[in-house]
């Protein structure tokens, strides 16, 4: 068997990873460009997630759609935190989720432990850009300073939803970055290195 032909075999087992792949591709170009990751791409991520776990899956059944919904969870739970005190879009938390639905469907335990990781990466990726944003724009005495003052909010507040009106009002003076970026950075460099790509 050739060389090429064994990269195709591999691609073609680890279809998901690179619908996934493509998928967060689309999301970060749409997140960039718009700030934001729109509800007709990460409602349908989600539930053909489900489809496939049920249907289609190595674990086709219930038990696909179990797997599938446990990743959902967890792709959802990685990233609510920072939703709930308007850190994050809730487009990048579906995002996410729809991550965690496929991951877990194709994989199980694997999978649902893949979108966990993933979001590991994507954290650092985002802080490292976060970092680089501040530098390139000469604001880090600015964002230092809001960094420690939502870092007292969230000790002293404590109320989700203060934390998020106030968060709101504090948008429009602030760089923002797009999470859908370091979101699909991090999980397909998380991709390459365990080696799911090829």
């Known amino acids: 068997m050739s060389l090429d032909s064994e990269v195709m075999q591999t691609i073609a087992q680890n279809w998901v990873i690179w619908f996934v792949t493509i998928v967060l591709v689309v999301a970060a170009v749409i997140d960039g460009k718009q700030l934001r990751v729109p509800n ?9 997630g489900w489809i496939y776990g049920v249907a289609f899956s190595p674990y086709a059944g219930w038990e696909g759609l179990g797997y599938s919904l446990v990743g959902t969870i967890v792709g959802l739970a990685v990233l609510l935190p920072a939703y709930a005190i308007g850190g994050m879009g809730a487009g990048d938390v579906k995002l996410m989720a729809g991550v965690g639905a496929w991951l877990a469907a194709f994989g199980a335990w694997q999978g649902v432990g893949d979108t966990f990781f993933a979001f590991c990466v994507s954290a650092v990726v985002g802080g490292v850009i976060a970092v680089g944003m501040v530098l390139w724009t000469k604001t880090w005495s600015k964002h230092f300073g ?7 909010e969230i000790i002293s507040i ?38 799911m790509l090829l």
Not at 40 to 48: C, D, E, G
Not at 162 to 188: D, H, N, Q, V, W
């Open 158 to 195: 404590r109320n989700p939803e203060t934390l998020a009106t106030i968060a709101a009002e504090r948008k429009s003076t602030m760089f923002l970055l797009p999470y859908g970026i370091p979101m699909a950075i991090g999980t397909i460099a998380y991709f390459a290195w365990m080696g």
């Open 146 to 152: 809001q960094f420690f003052s939502i870092w007292q």
């Open 40 to 48: 007709w791409l990460t409602y349908p991520m989600v539930i053909s």
